[in-house]
């Protein structure tokens, strides 16, 4: 918790100037992207919260990659596009992944300024132009947009992924006011301008972290921008999330293996916010693996431990009684919230485990949407 604290003493010594929109008269066009797969149960609501935002319309351009829809999202789609000429539909006959369908739909792209989103996420009426905004007038080559979670139904681990999100958010938010960067961006809602976006390769599962990496390798400025409000359901259900994570935990080490070298120097700079922020959080679930062996070991020559071996036992159970709190709807929050974080490192352990067996996993089935 040290690299928090220190980014909001840091960040709490620097203005944070409301954007001034009239600065711009004449908005750039934009183009709006993103893949879907079976998404019939979001799609009209993102579709309207694009159609309905503040940008103009006349440069706005929206650009849908279908990877083999076999639902209604491609029917409902095309009736968008029928109504509104700026809305353009690629259709897949078979499976891609997410990661093909972009780096095939940014070679489609005729706009400078491009804005990259989920199908679940959906935009406040100024979220593009505040996105826009920060590249025109900040000079910003990525900004990152201010995802907020919410669940309808407020069940299982919602508390503990808002309060997550809403953390990671003002950590990234404080870095981008003090250093003029933040460590990764949000696939769900970030902009670039295309001559930064950088096609990802295959196996990176994680392509919005390759992308920031890649633009802060070329010392590009990532901004962090809390008026791009957007809103994007939470996974309710344990399991489901933790299948998520895992998926998260292998393409992070993929990219930290790859960028490597950003991490030096690792006291300054962005390599201290690298290793602060994201390379020490992906080797706690070790740590708690270390620290348990040797207070196992230490029991031999000191009983006191076997009570601390007790209790790390119990901690690595724990989310065993949250799944079950989670069936029977009952909240304990500091339980809820324990089991919660030694599952997810759990997560993050088999990601790694993954990684080094060099998996070669690149495409995934969305999980239920919870709208």
């Not at 009684?321 to 759990?346: D, R, W």
């Amino acid at each position: 918790m040290v690299f928090p604290w220190l980014m909001k003493t840091r960040a709490s010594k620097i203005a944070h100037l409301k954007n001034n929109y009239s600065k711009i008269t004449d908005w750039p066009p934009v183009t709006v992207v993103f893949s879907v797969f079976n998404e019939e149960k979001v799609i009209v609501r993102k579709l309207e919260s694009i159609i309905h935002s503040d940008y103009p319309k006349d440069k706005l351009h929206v650009l849908v990659g279908s990877d083999n829809s076999t639902d209604t999202t491609n029917t409902v789609i095309e009736e968008y596009a029928a109504k509104y000429p700026f809305i353009t539909l690629i259709k897949k006959t078979n499976r891609n992944g997410k990661l093909k369908i972009i780096n095939e739909l940014i070679d489609l792209t005729t706009t400078e300024h491009l804005v990259f989103t989920d199908a679940n996420v959906f935009f406040e009426l100024n979220t593009i132009k505040a996105l826009v905004y920060n590249l025109v007038e900040k000079q910003a080559q990525l900004v990152c947009g201010n995802i907020h979670k919410f669940s309808p139904k407020n069940e299982g681990i919602s508390d503990q992924e808002i309060f997550y999100m809403n953390f990671e958010n003002q950590l990234k938010h404080n870095e981008s006011l003090h250093y003029g960067f933040c460590v990764g961006v949000e696939g769900g809602c970030y902009a670039i301008k295309k001559q930064n976006f950088v096609k990802v390769p295959d196996g990176f599962l994680m392509d919005d972290f390759f992308i920031t990496l890649d633009v802060i390798s070329k010392k590009g400025k990532v901004l962090f921008e809390p008026e791009a409000l957007c809103y994007e359901d939470v996974n309710d259900a344990p399991m489901i999330e933790f299948k998520r994570k895992i998926r998260i935990s292998l393409g992070n080490f993929r990219n930290l293996k790859y960028y490597k070298y950003l991490l030096f120097p690792i006291n300054k700079g962005f390599g201290f916010a690298f290793f602060s922020h994201k390379v020490l959080r992906w080797f706690t679930p070790f740590a708690i693996v270390f620290s348990l062996v040797c207070s196992l070991i230490l029991t031999v020559y000191y009983p006191f431990f076997k009570w601390i071996s007790l209790t790390y036992i119990l901690l690595i159970l724990l989310p065993v009684l949250t799944i079950l709190l989670e069936k029977i709807k009952l909240k304990i929050p500091f339980v809820n919230a324990l089991g919660h974080f030694i599952l997810m490192n759990f997560a993050l352990l088999l990601g790694y485990f993954k990684f080094i067996s060099a998996s070669h996993e690149s495409a995934w089935e969305p999980p239920k949407r919870n709208v």
